[in-house]
């Protein structure tokens, strides 16, 4: 095992900024290639979706013995040139599943967004009335200090107490 905390990082870089460099090359360059493009673009889309499964499925998976090593090894099976594991895994397996169940995909997404909104507005509305609740609250506590505090004017001749 090479420890938590060096997978963890070796996953960042090669599952993540590595790729992500590479794509950058493919994009930025005076003729892009389709191919390759294509190839990168199905890259990120199965990282998404195995980034959701496994935020998901996170308690069931993430105790597995070498998991991080095993997530590691996937990552870099999809993008190494040799076992072109991005183009198999999404011809094979994403792209006939999305394909069958897209309306049913679209329909739960829309729905998703729809009541993301409408919490949104619930807890800004939330947020709003406790605010203005607070701000209402700390003036009449600041309005109650001040007519406890006696002010003397400038005139007005200040008397010590001799003891």
């Known amino acids: 095992m090479l420890g938590d905390?060096?997978?963890r990082g070796l996953v960042l870089v090669l599952g993540y900024a590595y790729p992500a460099f590479e794509c950058f090359?493919?994009?930025e360059k005076n003729r892009?290639?389709?191919e390759e493009l294509?190839?990168?673009c199905q890259y990120w889309i199965i990282v998404a979706v195995l980034t959701v499964f496994e935020r998901i499925g996170d308690i069931f998976i993430s105790w597995l013995p070498m998991y991080g090593e095993m997530k590691l090894a996937m990552f870099?099976?999809?993008?190494?040139?040799?076992?072109?594991?991005?183009?198999y895994f999404y011809e094979t397996f994403l792209r006939p599943y999305i394909a069958?169940?897209?309306t049913e995909i679209?329909?739960?997404?829309q729905e998703l967004r729809a009541r993301a909104w409408d919490l949104a507005i619930y807890y800004w509305q939330y947020c709003t009335k406790i605010g203005q609740s607070t701000f209402i609250q700390a003036l009449q506590y600041m309005a109650a200090?001040?007519?406890k505090i006696t002010t003397t004017k400038p005139n007005d001749e200040v008397k010590f107490p001799m003891g």
């Open 106 to 109: 679209d329909r739960k997404l």
């Open 100 to 102: 069958k169940h897209e």
């Open 32 to 34: 892009v290639e389709i």
């Open 25 to 27: 090359k493919t994009v």
């Open 38 to 40: 294509r190839f990168w």
């Open 145 to 147: 200090q001040s007519g």
């Open 76 to 87: 870099i099976y999809l993008w190494y040139p040799k076992t072109k594991g991005t183009s």
């Open 5 to 7: 905390f060096f997978t």
